[in-house]
């Protein structure tokens, strides 16, 4: 998969995906984010289907509604 430097990409955990989703409300998922390098203008947001924003801003992030979150910044090659 080819993904722009700043980009915020927004999955739910592997163990998760392979016990199945169906069992969980959408609100009670985690969720695993992952920064793709440093952003230009320092911030990066990404909106899920449901309404949720998870956010990254100068080195800090956040999830509307309290979700768990997973947090990965990868260094472009």
Known sequence: MW???????????????????GDVPEAGRPLEATLWGEPPLGRAVARLADGTHVRWRAGEWSVDGGRPLRTAVVSPV
Request: aromatic share 6%; hydrophobic share 35%.
């Open 3 to 21: 993904v722009r430097e700043g980009s915020l990409v927004v999955t739910y955990p592997a163990e998760d995906v392979g016990r199945g989703l």
